[in-house]
């Protein structure tokens, strides 16, 4: 079963928001790490880039797959993990800590209560998997 | 309707994910890509590649045939021989690729990709047609399970009380596996030793369980088609659909080791001799990313700003820990370490042109 941490807050694409004041903490789920299987390669924006919520921002790659990574909220970029480029494995090791990938200013904080919480997204996970 | 290997079910019960490929439901992956690589480099992997097709070329004109419709040279094998060969059009271009196994003059084997089974078959049967000779699609008759990495003679011994090491690299004999009779051949699509064992479709899965059950303790993982690819990317075997087609030439894809002009007529000779007089324009390349991002097939290979070809395989590589692929290029373009572009996803990435194979294992035979 898939680890979701009750402090965060989720997307259906399956990244991971850290909300604290005006910025937010992003990264992918468990349960994402987990069905890409080891990640071998994340490529992230830099600082200053601006997103909309829902625009892809960067991608992570397994062996065998790209995957698009999903603005969870719009804002700006204001920090990106540069240790993913040497250790792309913190993304399968640490997905909620050392695998984080961005840092956002958040540009409209009404976005945030369109998130899941974490009940929200186990749910959700549990209907995928019926599907 | 997907079809399913004699082995559908022991690849569920031990939780491969299952995947759509070439009209079949096959197992992409067990414990996942990258050790099931690591242990076809460094042990053995197990890889049910029994969606593959085999056709039997029955009669006295056996030989014509098949001589007629390959580039190889056949008059070359003797009884239980092998080789690699290509199946080609009358321009030349690349029908498919395929193993040519003699079992005796008048009875060859030919094991052809899963994709082209249909059409192949077809094309043989037309051509079989003015000549003393039956072509049969026995590929239901057959299951096909590949052995492959450093330990898999060890492994198959096990099973075995024929001399494993008298089988020389691609060569075949009638074997026993813990006593059931199979025909096992010393070949494979992974760049490493090993041994594509052809059994009955109903022993299938006692020989695939006993593979499991005696290699365990040796390293021996079931292996997937994610982990095919890598390792034939790896030792840069190239792959019908990506790497060529009927629309490129065996020389092209640089395959003209298997292409004997000198042999007599076949299906595509004159094609290809005038190509060779002539000179070809383009050129299948192994390349190797100066950036850490992976290209992947299909992304555009450009070269001073314009888009001169694609990508025709492109992946990380396990075992080598770096980010290579296949591509075809301008022929002015293709000495190795010249430098190019590829466009990946947007962004321009230098990649560099490198010998192939990427990967060579220290062999024991040569």
């Known amino acids: 079963m898939a680890n979701t941490p009750e402090e965060l807050s989720y997307t259906k694409d399956h990244e991971w928001v850290r909300v604290k004041g005006d910025s937010a903490t992003i990264g992918i789920t468990d349960h994402a790490q987990n069905q890409l299987g080891d990640v071998v390669y994340v490529e992230l924006p830099k600082v200053g880039e601006k997103f909309e919520s829902g625009e892809p921002f960067g991608s992570v790659e397994s062996v065998k797959a790209v995957s698009e990574i999903y603005m969870p909220l719009g804002g700006e970029v204001t920090e990106m993990n540069a240790a993913l480029a040497d250790s792309p494995e913190l993304v399968n090791e640490d997905p909620y800590g050392k695998g984080w990938m961005i840092e956002l200013k958040i540009a409209d904080s009404s976005e945030i209560d369109g998130l899941l919480s974490a009940a929200e997204y186990e749910d959700y996970l549990k209907e995928e998997a019926s599907e | ?366």
């Not at chain 2, 095919?228 to 490129?248: P, Q, S």
């Open chain 2, 1 to 366: 309707m997907l079809k399913r290997t004699p082995l559908y079910e022991s690849h569920s019960a031990i939780g491969a994910k299952i995947v759509d490929f070439a009209g079949w439901e096959m197992p992409v992956q067990y414990s996942g890509p990258i050790p099931e690589h690591m242990a076809v480099r460094e042990a053995a992997g197990l890889f049910d590649v029994s969606h593959m097709g085999e056709v039997e070329i029955i009669g006295a004109d056996a030989l014509e045939l098949v001589q007629r419709l390959t580039t190889n040279d056949v008059s070359k094998l003797a009884d239980n021989q092998a080789q690699y060969s290509i199946l080609t059009n009358e321009q030349g271009g690349v029908i498919d690729d395929l193993l040519v196994y003699r079992i005796n003059a008048e009875y060859f084997l030919l094991v052809v990709n899963a994709a082209n089974s249909g059409k192949d078959f077809a094309w043989i049967k037309q051509h079989a047609a003015s000549l003393n000779v039956e072509a049969k699609d026995v590929s239901a008759a057959y299951a096909l399970l590949a052995l492959q990495g450093p330990r898999a003679e060890l492994i198959l011994q096990e099973l075995s009380d024929h001399m494993l090491d008298h089988i020389p690299y691609y060569w075949s004999q009638k074997v026993k596996v813990d006593g059931v009779e199979c025909r096992v051949s010393r070949t494979g699509y992974t760049g490493e030793d090993g041994f594509e064992i052809f059994c009955d479709p109903k022993d299938a899965r006692h020989i695939w369980n006993r593979l499991l059950v005696v290699g365990h303790d040796k390293g021996l993982l079931p292996c997937g088609l994610a982990a095919r690819n890598t390792t034939r990317l790896e030792a840069a075997l190239r792959l019908w659909g990506n790497d060529m087609d009927e629309t490129t030439t065996p020389m092209e894809a640089g395959l003209g080791w298997v292409v004997k002009l000198g042999k007599g007529d076949f299906t595509g000779r004159d094609a290809l001799d005038r190509q060779k007089r002539e000179g070809l324009t383009r050129k299948i390349v192994g390349f190797e990313m100066e950036d850490r991002a992976p290209a992947r097939d299909g992304y555009p290979v450009i070269i001073d700003g314009a888009e001169v070809g694609k990508v025709s395989s492109g992946s990380p590589a396990p075992y080598l820990k770096k980010n290579i692929g296949l591509a075809y290029l301008p022929i002015e373009h293709t000495a190795t370490g010249t430098r190019f572009q590829i466009n990946i996803r947007g962004r321009e990435v230098a990649a560099r042109v490198v010998e192939t194979p990427f990967y060579k294992r220290q062999r024991k035979f040569d």
